[in-house]
């Protein structure tokens, strides 16, 4: 299974803050996907994300968000991938996450 486009926005289509706020909105984003798919994060198998204009000093922000998901909604540590990107689909949107899952047969 694959959960594409989650972004940082809350159930209104409102952006979250900072890069902080929109990783771990979208982080959670993609639990309530995962949810309503059957499926949980401890399914996931890769993780991808898009950061608009990442550069290193971005790291501590960008864990922070990460982190305070993690404190909600546990992700176990999978394989992941991040690509700077000059702009998403929104002006002021600042990151986009992606999972693919794999659920066990039926």
């Known amino acids: 299974m694959h959960i594409a486009g989650q972004v940082g926005t809350d ?3 409102v952006l979250q803050g900072g890069l902080a ?3 771990e909105r979208a982080l ?8 309503a798919a059957g499926a ?6 890769k993780l991808t994300y898009l950061v ?4 290193e000093a971005m790291i501590p922000e960008f864990v ?3 982190t305070k998901a993690a404190a909600t ?4 540590p999978v394989p992941s991938t991040l690509h700077g990107v000059q702009s998403l689909f929104l ?9 693919v899952a794999v659920l066990p047969p039926e």
Request: aromatic residues 4%.
């Open 11 to 13: 159930s209104n289509g």
């Open 21 to 23: 706020e929109q990783t």
């Open 28 to 35: 959670l984003n993609l639990a309530e996907a995962l949810d």
């Open 40 to 45: 949980t994060a401890a399914d996931l198998v």
């Open 52 to 55: 608009v204009g990442w550069r």
């Open 64 to 66: 922070a968000g990460i």
């Open 73 to 76: 909604r546990p992700f176990p």
């Open 91 to 99: 002006d002021g949107m600042l990151v986009e996450v992606e999972g």
